[in-house]
Nanobody
């Protein structure tokens, strides 16, 4: 059983930066890819950034490319950070991390049938 706990959500001004974290337990990169998804009010959940199984590559949605970076924690390789810069009001959403077995990053971010989800953390971008 994989458990995922997101943290770091906050209220931030447009143009600001924020880092989210996802702490995963019962998880191995050998079996799973891990991704960040978000759901804005009134919109469908969308993939933001997804790391392939084996941590061999990271996919970014066009909406965040160049602004968001996903890293694996150096000290704990089952914690993943989403570094968000130049935040826009359109980035306001609840952010979730999820894992999926035997997947590429692109396929994971384009899908919705994940094996496990976290509870999410809320990011609000507003002046």
């Amino acid at each position: 059983q994989v458990q995922l706990v997101e943290s770091g959500g906050a209220l931030v001004q447009p143009g600001g930066s924020l880092t989210l974290s996802c702490a995963a337990s019962g998880f191995t990169w050998e079996d799973y890819g891990l991704g960040w998804f978000r759901q804005a009010p009134g919109k469908e959940r969308e993939g933001v950034s997804c790391i392939s199984r084996g941590a061999t590559g990271t996919y970014y949605d066009d909406s965040v490319k160049g602004r968001f970076t996903t890293t694996i924690d150096n000290a704990n390789n089952t914690t993943v950070h989403l570094h968000m810069t130049n935040l826009k009001t359109d980035d306001t959403a609840k952010y979730y991390c999820a894992v999926r077995m035997y997947t590429s990053g692109r396929a994971m971010c384009g899908g919705s049938d994940m094996d496990f989800w976290g509870e999410g953390t809320t990011v609000t971008v507003s002046s």
